[in-house]
């Protein structure tokens, strides 16, 4: 079992910037892929972005160019720098990782913080 705790989110104006936090802890193997998801209230979850332990990122929607995955292995720590926030942005972000143990796919959810975005 892995268990991802999020941490950093609240209420910021347009414009603004926030830092979220995800630690992780448990079984994690050497070889995984950590992610940011998001979900507005209405709209189903989507991907903000994805890190892999060997150092590849991926971006996804509206948040290309203004926000920043970064991970540090040692810590099983990731983040997510948010720059520029929109009211558009708001919605509940999740901390995702997902390996596999043999051929069997394990995935792991935070339980989500919420970030905020007023105009």
């Known amino acids: 079992q892995v268990q991802l705790v999020e941490s950093g989110g609240g209420s910021v104006q347009a414009g603004g910037s926030l830092r979220l936090s995800c630690a992780a802890s448990?079984?994690?193997?050497?070889?995984?892929?950590m992610g940011w998801y998001r979900q507005a209230p209405g709209k189903q979850r989507e991907l903000v972005a994805t890190?892999?332990?060997?150092?590849?990122?991926t971006y996804a929607g509206s948040g290309k160019g203004r926000f920043t995955i970064s991970r540090d292995n040692a810590r099983n720590t990731m983040y997510l720098q948010m720059n520029s926030l929109k009211p558009e942005d708001t919605a509940v972000y999740y901390c995702?990782?997902?390996?596999?143990?043999?051929?069997?796919?394990?995935?792991?959810w935070g339980q989500g913080t919420q970030i905020t975005v007023s105009s």
């Open positions: 890190s892999t332990s060997g150092g590849s990122t």
């Open positions: 995702n990782l997902y390996q596999y143990s043999g051929w069997r796919r394990e995935e792991y």
């Open positions: 448990g079984s994690i193997l050497s070889i995984n892929v």
